[in-house]
């Protein structure tokens, strides 16, 4: 019987002792990635981020290393269109007004 208590209380102590030393290799884990640099393929993508939000945000809202050629190419792709189906802003998304239409009561 004491026995039973003992392994009962082992295990016990074995699983919050588990569970402690889990979360503080995780926690430590996480402390030590923060305090030592990053690994080479980590760095090069988080450059890679930062180099492509400073030329977005050069870009002012434009295509990021657009060249002559692709302005060229949009150009030309607005004109067809223009061609094919009239005058207008074909860069900005149309407007669409709906009207309720006119119901008429139907007498029985």
Same mark, same amino acid.
């Given at each position: 019987?004491?026995?039973? /208590?003992?392994?009962?209380?082992?295990?016990? #102590?074995?699983? %919050?002792?588990?569970?402690?030393?889990?979360?503080? #290799?995780?926690? !430590?884990?996480?402390?030590?990635?923060?305090?030592?640099?990053?690994? @080479?393929?980590?760095?090069? #993508?988080?450059?890679?981020?930062?180099?492509?939000?400073? /030329?977005?945000? %050069? %870009?002012?809202?434009?295509?990021?290393?657009a060249?002559?050629?692709?302005e060229?190419?949009? !150009?030309?792709?607005?004109?067809?269109?223009?061609?094919?189906?009239?005058?207008?802003?074909?860069? /900005?998304f @149309?407007?669409?007004? #709906?009207?309720? @239409?006119?119901?008429?009561?139907? %007498?029985?």
């Amino acid at each position: 019987m004491a026995l039973h /208590k003992l392994f009962r209380l082992s295990s016990l #102590f074995r699983s %919050a002792g588990s569970l402690t030393l889990r979360r503080n #290799f995780g926690l !430590s884990a996480v402390l030590f990635n923060r305090a030592k640099d990053l690994d @080479p393929i980590q760095k090069l #993508f988080l450059d890679k981020i930062r180099d492509y939000s400073t /030329k977005s945000k %050069a %870009a002012a809202g434009g295509i990021v290393d657009a060249g002559p050629s692709y302005e060229k190419g949009v !150009s030309e792709e607005i004109t067809k269109l223009q061609r094919l189906y009239g005058t207008g802003d074909l860069t /900005k998304f @149309p407007d669409f007004k #709906f009207t309720e @239409p006119q119901l008429q009561e139907v %007498a029985k």
